[in-house]
C-alpha cells in the first residue's frame, strides 16, 4: 500500500442529487477491517447522482426490509434505502444487501455477495455498481481503476513512480519507479496492460508493461520524440506521436509486427492522438490553425475535420463512450479548466472549476471525468461529473501527481 486510506474532499456538491439512505450493516463478525455500507454511500456519492443521508440522521437502523418502516423514512424525504448485513466464516464473508424504493415501498433488488473476508472493499464497489445501475440505467464504474503517475524530490533527486489505484483514488499501488520522467499512461481495452512513455534510457520510448507480472516490453525508440501512446479499442494497435521524421506527427503501430504508419504530414505540431470507441476515427491536437485545436480523421489516414472553434486553446481531446461528447482542456476566462463539447451541436462548456486542470480522462460508463489539478504549488487528482454538477479530490499517493488515466471497465 503506498499510503494510508483518505476521504474524499467534495469541492462542489449536485443539488439535485437524489436523496438515498445507506444504513450501516448489520455485522455477525465484530469489527470488520471495512465499513462496506461507508464506501457504497462514497461511491454514490462521488457519482453525482445521489446525497446519501447523513448517519447521525438516522433515527434507526434496519437491516433487512422486514425490518423497515416506510413511513419513517418518507419523513426524512428519502428516495432509496439500501440495507444489509456482513457474516463471516472461514475467512470468507457473505453481505446481504437490498436496495429498496421508499415511495413505492417495495424491494427493488437484493443480493449475497461473496468476497474473500480481507478485500471487502471490492465486494462494496460491486455493490455499488449493481445499485448505481438499477437506479439510473447506467452500468456502474465504481469497480474500475485508474492509473496516474507522482513526481518526489527536486532537480537530479526527483524519483517518479507509475500507481494504480481504486477508481475512488484508496488502495493505491506503485508498480514502477524511475529516477527519470514517465508520461501519458494508457489502460489497455481488457484493462490488463498500461502503456507508457519512459525516458529511462537515452530518449523518451513508450513501453507496455503487464501488470498481474510486471513484464515490460519497450515498442518504440526512435530518434526524436516518443510520446502519447494510445490503444485501439481493439487493442491491437497504439497510436502515437512520434517526430522520428521531424516535426511530431500522429502514427499507428500494428502491435503484433511492430510496423508503423504515418497519418499526418504537415509542418505542424500533431500530438495527443486518441480513438473513437467504434475504432475508426483518431481525434488529435495540431496547431495547424495557429493554436492548438483538436482535429478528427480516419483512423487510416486522410484528411482532417476540426472540431474545436471555442477560444484559441483547446487540447487533451477524450471522446465519450458513447461517441456523442468531446470532453478536453479548453483556456477560457477562468484559466484551464476541463469542458466538454457536444459534437453534434458544437456547443462547449466548462464542467470544472479547478487550477489550471489538465489531462482529463473519462470513465468507461461516460458520468465522470479525473483530470489532474493544482492544490496551492502541489499537483492532485480532481473528478468531476460529466454535466459539471458536482466536483471532487480523490486521495493519491504523496507526491506531485500528474497524468490521470481511467480504466476500460475490468469484467
Request: charged share 20%; proline share 5%.
Amino acid at each position: 500500500m503506498a499510503q494510508a486510506d483518505l476521504t474524499i474532499d467534495i469541492t462542489r456538491g449536485n443539488e439535485r442529487a437524489t436523496p438515498i439512505a445507506v444504513v450501516p450493516f448489520a455485522s455477525e463478525a465484530g469489527n470488520l477491517p471495512e465499513d462496506v455500507a461507508q464506501i457504497v454511500a462514497d461511491d454514490l456519492e462521488r457519482s453525482g447522482y445521489f446525497e446519501p443521508l447523513p448517519r447521525s440522521s438516522m433515527f434507526e437502523q434496519p437491516s433487512s426490509s422486514e425490518e423497515v418502516r416506510y413511513g419513517d423514512w418518507k419523513a426524512l424525504e428519502t428516495r432509496y434505502m439500501v440495507v444489509g448485513k456482513v457474516s463471516q466464516s472461514g475467512g470468507q464473508a457473505e453481505i446481504q444487501y437490498e436496495l429498496l424504493d421508499v415511495n413505492g415501498e417495495s424491494r427493488q433488488i437484493g443480493e449475497t455477495v461473496t468476497a474473500n473476508g480481507s478485500d471487502l472493499r471490492s465486494a462494496a464497489h460491486y455493490i455499488s455498481d449493481q445499485i448505481f445501475e438499477e437506479i439510473t440505467g447506467i452500468r456502474g464504474a465504481f469497480s474500475t481503476r485508474i492509473a496516474y503517475v507522482t513526481s518526489q524530490g527536486l532537480g537530479d533527486n526527483t524519483q517518479y513512480g507509475l500507481y494504480v489505484a481504486d477508481a475512488d483514488g484508496q488502495r493505491s499501488q506503485q508498480v514502477l519507479t524511475s529516477d527519470e520522467p514517465i508520461m501519458s499512461p494508457a489502460w489497455s481495452p481488457d484493462g490488463q496492460k498500461l502503456a507508457y512513455v519512459s525516458f529511462e534510457t537515452e530518449r523518451p520510448s513508450i513501453y507496455v508493461q503487464n501488470l498481474g507480472t510486471g513484464q515490460r516490453v519497450k515498442l518504440t525508440d526512435f530518434e526524436g520524440l516518443n510520446s502519447a501512446p494510445a490503444w485501439s479499442p481493439d487493442g491491437r494497435r497504439l497510436a502515437m506521436a512520434l517526430s522520428r521524421d521531424g516535426q511530431p506527427e500522429i502514427y499507428v503501430m500494428d502491435i503484433a509486427s511492430r510496423n508503423v504508419q504515418r497519418l499526418t504530414n504537415t509542418n505542424s505540431i500533431e500530438t495527443e492522438p486518441a480513438w473513437t470507441p467504434d475504432g475508426q476515427s483518431i481525434i488529435f491536437t495540431s496547431d495547424r490553425s495557429g493554436g492548438p485545436q483538436i482535429y478528427r480523421m480516419s483512423a487510416s489516414g486522410g484528411s482532417a475535420e476540426r472540431l474545436t472553434y471555442t477560444g484559441n486553446y483547446n487540447a487533451r481531446g477524450r471522446i465519450s463512450p458513447d461517441g456523442e461528447s468531446l470532453f478536453l482542456i479548453h483556456r477560457g476566462n477562468n484559466g484551464y479548466q476541463v469542458a466538454k463539447q457536444d459534437l453534434g451541436t458544437g456547443r462547449l462548456v466548462e464542467i470544472s472549476d479547478a487550477q489550471q486542470a489538465e489531462s482529463p480522462s473519462v470513465a468507461p460508463n461516460g458520468t465522470m471525468v479525473i483530470f489532474a489539478t493544482q492544490q496551492g504549488s502541489t499537483g492532485v487528482l480532481g473528478a468531476v461529473t460529466a454535466d459539471g454538477r458536482a466536483q471532487f479530490r480523490l486521495p493519491a499517493a504523496q507526491g506531485d501527481v500528474r497524468e490521470p488515466s481511467w480504466s476500460p471497465f475490468l469484467n
